[in-house]
C-alpha cells in the first residue's frame, strides 16, 4: 500500500514537471519576465534581469534573451544570432529624457571614432524615440536584433520602428547595458545572470 501510494505520489510530481507552463515566469519588482522569447523564428532564453536604480528612485526593469546562456559581456556583445533586451519602466519617461540616457549610454562605451560609424544610424533611433514618445510605467519595450534585418524597437508588442541596419549597432546599443561602463553596475550583473 505505502509503496503504491509513493509511486503515485512521485508520478503526479513528475506528471507535473513535464507539463510546466511554456509562459513559466520570473519577477522582478512585480514585473514578470517570460522564461524565453522568440526573435526572429529563434527560440531565446531569458539570460538574466536587474533593476536599474538611482539612490532609492527605481528607473525600470530589465531583461536579456540570448540564444544560449553566457555570463560574459564580452561573449555575449560577440554572439550571433538573434537577441532582445527588454525594458519595463517602472516610472513614466520622455523621449527626450530616454534619447539622452541612450547617447550617454553609447558615448560612454564607445570610441568616437566608432560613435562616427554609428551617426546616421544614432539618428534614426533618436527619431524613432521621438515618434514614439513617452514611455510609461507598465509598458513593454523590446530593442531587438534580427539578423537579416538589425535593431527593431517595439512597445507593447507594436513594432514602432523601422529596422535600423547592422549587428555593430545593437552591440553599441547593448553595452550601454553590459559594456565596460554600464549605466548599472548591479542591472549588468543581473542581465549577465550573475
Known amino acids: 500500500m505505502a509503496r503504491a501510494w509513493r509511486g503515485g505520489v512521485l508520478g503526479a510530481v513528475f506528471c507535473a514537471a513535464c507539463v510546466s507552463p511554456a509562459w513559466a515566469t520570473v519577477n522582478v519588482e512585480g514585473v514578470p519576465f517570460d522564461d524565453a522569447a522568440r526573435v526572429a523564428g529563434r527560440e531565446l ?81 533618436q527619431d524613432a524615440m521621438r515618434q514614439i514618445g513617452s514611455t510609461k510605467r507598465g509598458d513593454t519595450i523590446n530593442f531587438d536584433y534580427a539578423p537579416d534585418a538589425g535593431t527593431i524597437i517595439s512597445i507593447n508588442g507594436v513594432t514602432r520602428t523601422k529596422a535600423i541596419p547592422g549587428e555593430d549597432f545593437y552591440q553599441a546599443v547593448l553595452s550601454i547595458f553590459i559594456g565596460n561602463s554600464p549605466v548599472d553596475r548591479d542591472l549588468k550583473n543581473g542581465l549577465l545572470g550573475s
Open 45 to 125: 532564453l531569458l539570460n538574466g534581469t536587474g533593476l536599474r536604480s538611482v539612490f532609492v528612485i527605481k528607473g525600470y526593469v530589465a531583461g536579456l534573451y540570448l540564444p544560449e546562456r553566457a555570463k560574459n559581456a564580452a561573449v555575449i556583445l560577440g554572439m550571433k544570432g538573434p537577441k532582445r533586451l527588454q525594458i519595463h519602466p517602472l516610472r513614466d519617461v520622455g523621449a527626450d529624457t530616454f534619447i539622452h540616457a541612450l547617447n550617454d549610454g553609447i558615448h560612454r562605451n564607445q570610441t568616437e571614432i566608432q560613435v562616427q560609424k554609428l551617426a546616421d544610424r544614432l539618428t534614426l533611433l
